[in-house]
């Protein structure tokens, strides 16, 4: 596991960014169980062990630390063998809506292990985990496990009702909220690594002001800018000869990686000094770190490109979306990894990180201007 591994002052920064959290607790409830919300989770987590931070990407996981995906929890104890979310499928329904139990729970299975892979696969990751962090009153509790796909070929005793199936895999208990669209996992947490009490402030307004008074700078944000870019066209469609398809177009012979990603006239029209000018060469750092060389091409700068066309592009088809050499990107493909949209943040004027987006983030992102 990971909380052990980690040297002694990590591990003690931990315990006190969480103690100095969950002080703060009469903020939110009267309750003697410490509050924490999990997004500060998360952020206390990557501060401490110097781990990165995925939560502002789309993508199945929280944290990186060298190869290891790291799944962030914080719940209440429970009874020691609580259910807690694992995933959602909101956007999937169609997909497995009018489907029999065991074919449903099946394609929920097959979709959950796809985004897996895809989130290993994308930040070059070759084991994953839970850290949990357990409230319970006056303390918190730390328990880790090993975060493992469904295992589809053993799926067995379904529970049926009206509003979930519960089913085993010979390794874990899941449970699916029709309803919700949500899968949650059971977590047995009798094997606790780590735990320590937590003091709780009376007063903690009074607290937060006097800090707040002593030091009142400015947050200086690296991320100049973000915007969103499609994988597809109107009606969700992905072009057959054009885009990610870019290969599969006539007039000469093509190498399979030659593709690029399309930059609409809206975004040129609302954000017209967020990229360089045309074929002006930027740095383009990919989830795993890995920076590619790119540039702005085509009439109208309408295509992102790295400057080696076919070096960044083999990276996302063949390592992180799974494709076969001269297999066509369909919008079901990207459905099922639930993906369809890359996030550009621009650092400054010469430097870029690119990630994938989950589906109906680039109309989202539309939304929000008249264009």
Known sequence: MFFLKQNENERQQYENYLSLI?????????????????????????????A???????????????????WLKTFW????????????????????INLE???????ISELRNARIEFTQNLHSLNSSIYHCVIREGGKFKIYEENMDKINIQNIHWLKINNSSIVFFDWIHEYSFLLSKSTLTKRFITKNILH????????????????????NN??????????IYLPLYWKNHEVWTKSWLNQWNAGGRLRNSNEVYIPVPADIHNNYPNFFPSKDVSFNLKLPDWDIMQSKLCQDWSKALMSYSNRELWKRILRDVLNLKEWELLTYDRLQIIGIDSVKIDKIDDLNFEINFSKIWSYERFKSKFQW
Do not use: H
């Open 101 to 107: 139990p065991l074919k449903l729970i099946e394609k």
């Open 217 to 226: 700078k400015t947050y200086n944000n690296r991320i100049k800018d973000t």
């Open 52 to 70: 990165e931070d995925l939560s502002r990407w789309d993508v199945s996981a929280d944290a990186k630390k060298l190869q290891l995906w790291i």
């Open 22 to 50: 969950w002080a703060l607790s009469n903020l939110f409830s009267d309750s003697d169980t410490p509050y924490l919300y999990y997004r500060v989770a998360e952020k206390i987590f990557c501060r401490s062990f110097n």
């Open 195 to 214: 735990e320590f009490d937590v003091k709780i402030l009376d007063d903690p307004l009074s607290k937060l002001w006097f800090l707040l008074e002593q």
């Open 77 to 96: 104890i429970w009874n020691e063998k609580t259910f807690q979310k694992v995933a959602e499928f909101n956007s999937d329904r169609p997909l497995y």
